[in-house]
């Protein structure tokens, strides 16, 4: 009897906690209801997103505004951790949580005393991909600029393919911006459409390979030149003779994709908060017939990244524009911007370039249709260099020296790996010079790690060159399929309009 | 007691004729179907007169009951799950006869001639590409089940058809439609889902023999039909009308599929205004009688072949007629092949991109996906400026392709109907393309690959190529 008492008084109270609770959570919803709603609210800059992949097993920040002076905090869902910050005075709260092991879907939970909840993130490999129009030009095709069997991977993308892509939108602007719209999307048809496929090919590959989510930031722009990309201050200390004038208040600007500064400020400062493993970068059509400066500029462009970036000296590879006529099929500006590219492999540590000179000739194209080909050559290079694996080539044959024998120039390479092909046939696209400087058509012919070159109007070689032209395709490979980088063993005079 | 009873019952059974006591079926209700998902698809067969049969589906355990009528026969509807699988599904008449094995998924009924009936390991020195590969890494895991029917010509209609359902082992693959086993491999990637595919072909047949007298008579009365009388002589058991559908078509109208992939044409090219006849009357019997109402029909145009004569232009005709009838027949799509034709060989060996192109259709416009292409581009106008003829075109997804590049296969004319080879070419971004003729200062019409045999030469961005066309009406000698 007594027992049942205690259990009835117990029942009654339970009911009025029950009605208190409700009572209180009103009166709260009431209060938060009177607050206005944007400055409770959290909000995070596009890249933070549904959807995205977070560089595994790193520290990695989040970032956002809020109230000022509030408390923020993340939960994140593989660990079930907090972490807390302070927002300052004026609303900026930033934080760094761990990742762990590549993985998901995970969920982020912020809250100021609001929540707000970000659902299936990834927790993988972050890469950074930027450049002009061949890095921007899409999986679906420029139009009539199709890409290799697009159709067939747009009929078969799905979902549970774990690659994510965020496609910043195009931004120009003088001074430096701390968000650039877009939107983290799933592997399915009309998001791969709209994903570079340089970019994508690039992800597909390490995603089959590693089994891991793969997660691409691609923020590019059609026709861009590399000093567009670049931090004034280091477009000033490597060219100091481009122009910054445009960047103040009242500056004119001529191209908002060229002039230095623009997209730097509106592209990639938005993400320089963003742990990623590495950059992959296809860009110098636009700076096409300034060689030298291109090479001082690549060296500056990554120099600082390296240092606003917070991954340290994170791995750069990029590619080498595709032969193509430019102002006409046999001149050889161009070849030098391809020269200024394959010597940058020299200039810094950790960067890498992946050649297309074979890739079959579009002469009135300047966007070839083979990305999935510079997509896979670009993940050799991740795969060999950032990843660690062995057993593959990663970079096509490099000049390296030449010697002269008998009346023959015997060229010699790096990455001649498992030697040179084709064997035992002539190789097109030589030339060689002697002390005249006037070159004529050349037999090449492959032994092994080298490429013996002669000419019957040639009895003492002196220079050699090789697919030294605005458009040729390139005919020398290693035994893995890689194609040789154009070279030339001489170092006259550079006219790039010639 | 019990045993004794039960030892006095089987020794009773065993003395009744097999025949009589035992549940049939027909062959396409077998172990290892699919069986159409989320509908209601019907199963038959006969027993014994007057004899309840019950049918229980593992999927639900739901029994479900008929009784056969006097000849035996009876039907009964069973609704089928979501796809998935393996399910069995037992009839009983007082013995039990269960299927085992079968899958729910999309089920598509397949017919034509030898370029459907041509099998993955192709036809003897005719090869299907890649199928030494594709039958080698043929797993029974993947999903895809195909019954071939086996052929037969018939005055009357059949109930039956020989056949066994195959898994998707080396043999099973190794021996079916190349067609239709690259565009179930190529929906079950996508779809993730078991496919089934019924192909019920024979090569070199034409398309009146897959119609009911009927609708041939309504469609080409001038067709003879009387070798369908007992006494009638048969010409040509795969040619002459309505011998395969009294046997390769009406055993199968009790089937329920998804929709139809159809490829067939060539033994009807000298005739092409008739065949446009006779693919509507076709197709609109079909639909009546087949339980699935305007199911889909996917088909393949014929392909550049030389034929008697590369450069005659019947068979260009033909392809015409495939290309019109697009747009007269509704839910029907056509896969062109004007680019992987094989001059000497009828029997193209990229069957591979046939079943691909077959699928793209069946996923944007039966499965509701979207974002690629399906159709490349069709002809749709005309116009002349400065002695230019400037075409126009449906389908020009992402714009055409090649630009820059004189495209092969134009010809113009002017007043005088006498054509000359032409300059075609278009730009970036270009969705016309410009034709041009130093002989032909007013063009008046156009043609492109409008031959037996030839290459297509241009494509929208997506890689799917135009058909051929031309863009007058004038009476052709063929």
């Not at chain 2, 009308?241 to 046997?247: E, H, I, K, R």
């Amino acid at each position: 009897m007594y027992l049942c008492y205690l259990k009835t008084e117990n029942k009654i109270t339970k009911i009025n906690y029950n009605i208190m609770k409700k009572i209180l959570s009103l009166i709260i919803t009431a209060m938060l209801l009177a607050v206005p709603a944007v400055e409770a609210k959290i909000v995070l800059p596009h890249i933070l997103g549904s959807n995205m992949v977070l560089q595994q097993q790193s520290n990695v920040k989040l970032w956002g505004k809020a109230t000022n002076n509030t408390k923020v905090t993340v939960t994140t869902s593989w660990n079930n951790k907090k972490y807390s910050c302070m927002s300052d005075k004026s609303g900026n709260w930033i934080l760094a949580v761990e990742t762990p092991e590549a993985g998901g879907p995970f969920t982020l939970k912020f809250n100021d005393g609001e929540t707000l909840e970000l659902t299936n993130i990834m927790i993988g490999e972050v890469w950074f991909c930027s450049g002009q129009s061949n890095m921007e030009m899409p999986v679906k095709g420029y139009g009539s600029m199709p890409v290799t069997n697009n159709n067939e991977i747009l009929a078969k993308a799905k979902a549970s393919v774990p690659i994510r892509m965020f496609t910043a939108k195009r931004q120009s602007v003088k001074t430096p911006m701390d968000d650039d719209e877009g939107e983290w999307k799933v592997n399915e048809p009309a998001n791969v459409g709209d994903c570079s496929a340089t970019a994508y090919f690039f992800a597909r590959f390490l995603q089959d390979v590693l089994e891991v989510p793969v997660g691409i930031v691609v923020s590019s722009w059609g026709g861009s030149a590399i000093e567009a990309w670049m931090n004034p201050e280091a477009v000033k200390e490597v060219a100091p003779e481009i122009s910054l004038a445009h960047l103040t208040p009242e500056g004119k600007i001529k191209y908002q994709h060229q002039d230095a500064a623009l997209l730097y400020n509106g592209m990639i400062h938005p993400f320089l908060n963003l742990t990623f493993r590495g950059m992959i970068w296809y860009q110098g059509e636009a700076n096409n017939g300034r060689p030298v400066q291109y090479r001082k500029l690549m060296k500056g462009f990554v120099t600082d990244l390296r240092k606003e970036f917070s991954n340290g000296d994170f791995p750069f590879y990029y590619v080498q524009i595709s032969p193509f006529r430019y102002g006409g099929v046999d001149l050889i500006g161009s070849s030098y911007l391809r020269e200024a590219q394959m010597l940058f492999m020299n200039d810094m540590p950790n960067v890498g370039m992946a050649c297309t000179m074979d890739i079959p000739g579009e002469v009135y194209n300047i966007h070839p249709r083979f990305k999935d080909i510079v997509g896979a050559r670009l993940a050799y290079w991740a795969l060999a260099k950032t990843y660690g694996k062995t057993g593959f080539s990663y970079c096509g044959p490099i000049y390296k020296s030449m010697s002269v024998k008998d009346g023959k120039a015997i060229i010699s390479f790096d990455h001649a790996d498992n030697n040179l092909v084709p064997f035992s046939e002539n190789i097109a696209g030589f030339e060689i010079a002697g002390a005249d400087s006037i070159f004529h058509e050349a037999k090449a012919v492959s032994h092994g790690q080298t490429v013996e070159v002669s000419c019957d109007a040639v009895k003492e070689p002196v220079a050699v060159r090789y697919c030294f032209r605005n458009f040729c395709t390139g005919t020398l490979f290693n035994t893995y399929g890689l194609p040789a980088s154009s070279f030339r063993t001489d170092d006259w005079p550079i006219d790039v309009k010639k | 007691m019990k045993k004794l009873l039960s030892i006095l019952i089987t020794a009773f059974l065993l003395t009744v004729p097999a025949l009589e006591a035992k549940i049939q079926l027909p062959h396409v209700i077998a172990s290892n179907m699919v069986l159409q998902q989320q509908s209601t698809v019907k199963l038959w067969g006969t027993a014994r007169s007057n004899a309840k049969v019950s049918v229980t589906t593992s999927w639900n355990n739901k029994a479900y009951a008929c009784t056969s009528n006097k000849d035996g026969h009876w039907i009964v509807s069973v609704t089928t799950p979501k796809a998935g699988g393996p399910f069995t599904v037992t009839i009983s008449d007082g013995e039990k006869l269960v299927l085992n094995n079968i899958m729910s998924g999309e089920v598509w009924f397949c017919s034509g001639q030898s370029n459907m009936e041509m099998p993955v390991k192709g036809y003897s020195t005719m090869p299907s590409t890649d199928c030494n590969n594709v039958i080698a890494k043929a797993k029974p895991s993947v999903p895809i089940r195909m019954f071939m029917a086996k052929r037969i010509s018939s005055k009357t209609p059949k109930d039956d058809i020989e056949g066994t359902w195959m898994v998707n082992s080396t043999k099973g693959v190794a021996e079916c439609s190349a067609t239709a086993y690259f565009f179930a491999r190529y929906i079950q990637d996508v779809l993730e889902v078991p496919v089934g595919i019924v192909v019920s072909c024979w090569g070199g047949s034409s398309i009146e023999t897959w119609m009911s007298p009927e609708a041939v008579k309504s469609a080409a009365p001038e067709l003879p039909l009387d070798h369908l009388t007992p006494e009638g002589k048969v010409k040509v058991p795969n040619h002459d009308a309505s011998l395969l559908y009294y046997g390769m078509l009406n055993p199968f109208f009790n089937l329920k599929f998804r929709g139809m992939l159809w490829y067939q044409g060539e033994t009807n090219a000298a005739l092409p205004e008739q065949y446009g006849r006779l693919m509507k009357g076709f197709v609109s019997e079909l639909r009546k009688e087949f339980p699935n109402g305007d199911f889909p029909f996917y088909y393949v145009q014929i392909s550049p072949y030389e034929y008697n004569g590369a450069d005659k232009i019947y068979s260009a005709l033909l392809r015409e007629t495939q290309m019109k009838v697009m747009n007269e027949i509704p839910n029907v799509g056509m896969a062109c092949t004007l680019d992987i034709g094989e001059k000497y060989n009828i029997h193209p060996k990229a069957k591979d991109i046939v079943g691909e192109r077959l699928a793209y259709w069946a996923l944007a416009k039966t499965y509701g996906m979207t974002d690629f292409s399906y159709c490349g581009p069709i002809y749709k106008s005309m116009n002349v400026k400065d002695g230019k003829a400037i075409i126009s075109f449906t389908y020009d997804d992402n714009g055409l392709i090649p630009f820059m590049k004189e495209l092969e296969g134009f010809e113009t004319a002017g007043a005088d109907r006498v054509f000359h080879p032409a300059k075609a070419l278009f730009h970036a971004h270009a969705t016309t393309v410009e034709v041009t003729s130093d002989e032909v200062k007013e063009p008046v019409a156009v043609r492109y690959c409008f031959k037996n045999w030839c290459v297509g030469s241009f494509f929208n961005s997506y890689g799917l190529p135009a058909s051929s066309f031309r863009t007058d009406d004038w009476p052709i000698d063929k």
